[in-house]
């Protein structure tokens, strides 16, 4: 679950959650009634800071305790590079254990097999069978969140109420990166990063221990974990198998998690079963009012949609026999599928008409209090009329840009270097890129680069600066003929070191007077640039203003009963095992070994359904009747991937590695009647490790027979 776009489709949210006594005063007030299920359209995206206590134990008759969470929180992980984490995971053993999926260090095995001089390692799997076997990730991470701190009033220092937007945002964005120097300067050990809930509403600061030597231990061939392909992917019922095992190691040894660890449940989970995904959700847009979600649905969605969807085109034919862009096409696919299936919930009139019933009774609940319609009744109509510049601003954002030219990556970079309105260092750091930059250029990102031209053509028009620079005398009442543009561009200079390095001495007059065609088009496209991320910078400063009162407001509504949008930062999620009715019958709870044979049989072992060699030979030791994958009803989303599944005793369950195609719409409004997390289940990976891939040692670590967990 894991969106590995052709560019970044989101920024970073950030945040968690402390109710301000101001807010919770204010709620008191006698309001009109609210939906039944109103606070639970925020969804069950709980944070440690503030955990839903009387909820679970009106809903489960369970109330945890505080070492309960303690426990939790430090078991759980955030996996990732240092500052670009992207998948959960969990310590399962006092050795430094840690689970996860096998797509979440895909890309990270794939890069070993290379450095190994073993391309194939990812669709051969890898099995460590003894500990000095275990190999380093490069770059790879987890984090353990240590410790919270409130600082919302640190990071609001100096705002004006009613202030203007654009020096609220600066401000914060000051206040936010002295706070970051501070608490770098007093725990240098830690990684700290200050979040964000309810869309500025309240601020945290937020510790990690980051543990960065780890290791591979065991990764199942690529096709077991990818059983099913593109197809079934966000389906259900499925019979992916997708785990893998790596481990945290400190001072050249495994690392001591002794007291901080989930214990595996000897038997898996059975049905109606109350469960908890502790994991780092990526990102929801829950708070998002009806204008935002239509902005979604109308411009920024279908830019990426149709980005992903004509680059999977162009790259298939390229990613047969290589496997570094045959892991990043899987990531495409996944991305597309995600971000469509959102979209075509904004699609649907009756979803977004409950959506909007909700909004109408917030608002009401807003308006009828004299205090509350004061502070926070124009919000949505001021977030309405900023999110319409958006509407104006973000296709030049998404397409003013280099794509995949390096001509035009050096264009872009002497313009910068030589422009009088950045500062010194932006324009030296410009001219070091610059000087420092390779060529390329190959049939895949020629046609990826052309691909970029047509989309902005068809979204900004063919009369846009940055379309007229670029088709230069292709253009016509037809439109652009696109491959003579490009083949023109192609003959530019800049593809010369020598010729760069002369321009950016001549500076800012030479480059003015320099007739080259990727120049040229260099000096219209960086001012472009700059000033449409310019502006799409002073809208989102005022929307995230407008945000945050929206924010503040749905505190004094609701208090403490609605979780915030995920920002992948640590949640838990509670919910229980459970099917659902679908295409006319019914979404077992759990599939077995029985359907993942067979599903291959039906299909003639023909790819997707091809089953890895190793399970082949294995069949006859495989019980059929063993759980491959299991649904339960908890609130995840893209980042949850690589979450422990954990029973009340928080023992190890299974394994989060998808949701169904209807949990999509989650993003933007929570339901559970047929959305479903999808888990593998524990029988899955034992019989995996013990039948299949050698690696009882394994096994044994998860369950120790002094534990009495296993024969």
């Not at 543009?485 to 950016?504: C, G, H, I, Q, Y």
């Not at 690589?642 to 023992?651: A, H, M, R, T």
Request: charged share 25%.
């Amino acid at each position: 679950m894991r969106p590995t776009p052709l560019r970044p489709l989101f920024a970073a949210l950030a945040g968690v959650l402390l109710v301000n006594s101001a807010f919770a005063q204010t709620a008191a007030v006698a309001q009109p009634p609210a939906g039944a299920d109103d606070h639970l359209a925020m969804g069950k995206m709980w944070t440690f800071e503030n955990p839903p206590l009387a909820y679970l134990e009106q809903e489960y008759g369970f109330k945890p305790d505080q070492n309960w969470l303690d426990s939790l929180r430090l078991s759980s992980l955030r996996l990732g590079e240092r500052d670009n984490p992207w998948c959960s995971a969990a310590f399962v053993s006092p050795q430094g254990l840690v689970m996860t999926n096998h797509h979440c260090v895909r890309d990270a095995v794939a890069t070993l097999g290379e450095s190994m001089g073993n391309p194939g390692l990812v669709d051969a799997g890898y099995a460590a069978k003894a500990l000095t076997d275990e190999v380093k990730l490069e770059g790879l991470t987890v984090q353990q969140l240590v410790q919270q701190q409130d600082i919302t009033q640190k990071v609001n220092e100096g705002v004006a109420p009613g202030g203007d937007a654009t020096e609220i945002g600066r401000l914060r964005d000051a206040n936010i990166a002295a706070i970051q120097k501070a608490a770098a300067t007093a725990h240098p050990e830690l990684l700290h990063q200050v979040v964000t809930l309810y869309q500025g509403a309240v601020y945290q600061l937020y510790s990690y221990k980051v543990y960065d030597d780890i290791r591979l231990v065991m990764a199942v061939n690529l096709q077991t974990a990818h059983f099913g392909g593109d197809p079934d992917n966000f389906t259900y019922p499925r019979w992916s198998i997708d785990f893998s095992f790596v481990r945290a190691w400190e001072g050249d040894k495994p690392a001591d998690t002794t007291s901080h660890y989930f214990k595996w449940r000897k038997f898996g989970v059975q049905d109606n079963e109350l469960v908890f995904v502790p994991g780092n959700p990526g990102s929801t847009n829950r708070l998002f009012t009806k204008a935002q979600l239509e902005y979604q649905r109308d411009v920024e969605y279908p830019i990426i949609v149709e980005q992903l969807q004509n680059g999977m085109r162009i790259v298939a034919p390229f990613a047969e026999d290589n496997a570094g862009l045959r892991t990043t096409l899987l990531g495409w696919e996944n991305s597309y599928k995600s971000i469509k299936g959102t979209m075509d919930g904004l699609r649907d009139a009756e979803l977004m008409a409950t959506k909007r019933g909700h909004e109408e009774r917030f608002l009401q609940r807003v308006q009828t209090d004299p205090a509350l319609s004061k502070d926070y009744g124009d919000a949505w109509t001021a977030m309405a009329e900023q999110v319409q510049t958006k509407r104006a601003v973000h296709p030049k954002a998404a397409f003013y840009s280099a794509s995949y030219s390096a001509i035009l990556e050096r264009a872009i970079g002497i313009a910068k270097a030589v422009d009088a309105t950045i500062d010194d260092d932006k324009r030296t750091a410009a001219r070091e890129e610059v000087l420092a930059s390779k060529m390329y250029g190959n049939p895949l990102t020629n046609r990826l680069l052309m691909d970029h031209c047509k989309r902005a053509e068809k979204w900004l028009g063919k009369d846009d600066p940055f379309v007229t620079a670029v088709a230069g005398a292709h253009r016509s009442d037809n439109g652009v003929d696109w491959v003579q543009a490009l083949t023109d561009l192609t003959k530019s200079n800049l593809r010369k070191d020598a010729f760069v390095k002369e321009l950016l001495e001549g500076g800012v007059d030479a480059v003015a007077a320099c007739d080259d065609l990727g120049m040229k088009i260099g000096r219209v496209l960086w001012p472009l640039m700059r000033d449409a991320e310019e502006e799409e910078r002073v809208v989102d400063y005022a929307i995230a203003v407008h945000g945050a009162r929206l924010g503040r407001a749905l505190h004094a509504v609701f208090g403490t009963k609605v979780s915030p949008d995920a920002t992948m930062t640590l949640r838990f999620s509670d919910g229980r095992v459970k099917g659902y009715d679908y295409n006319g019958t019914i979404a077992p709870w759990s599939t077995s070994f029985y359907g993942l044979y067979g599903r291959n049989v039906e299909f003639a072992d023909a790819f997707p359904f091809t089953l890895a060699q190793p399970w082949k030979d294995a069949k006859d030791k495989i019980d059929l009747q063993k759980r491959v994958c299991f649904v339960s009803t908890n609130d995840i989303v893209g980042g949850n991937s690589g979450s422990s599944i954990v029973d009340k005793d928080l023992q190890v369950v299974g394994l989060i590695f998808d949701g169904n195609i209807e949990s999509l719409p989650n993003d933007f409004y929570y339901t559970q009647n047929k959305a479903r997390a999808v888990s593998v289940h524990t029988d899955a990976i034992v019989e995996a490790l013990d039948k299949v891939y050698g690696m009882s040692r394994i096994t044994n670590e998860l369950m120790p027979a002094s534990d009495g967990a296993k024969k």
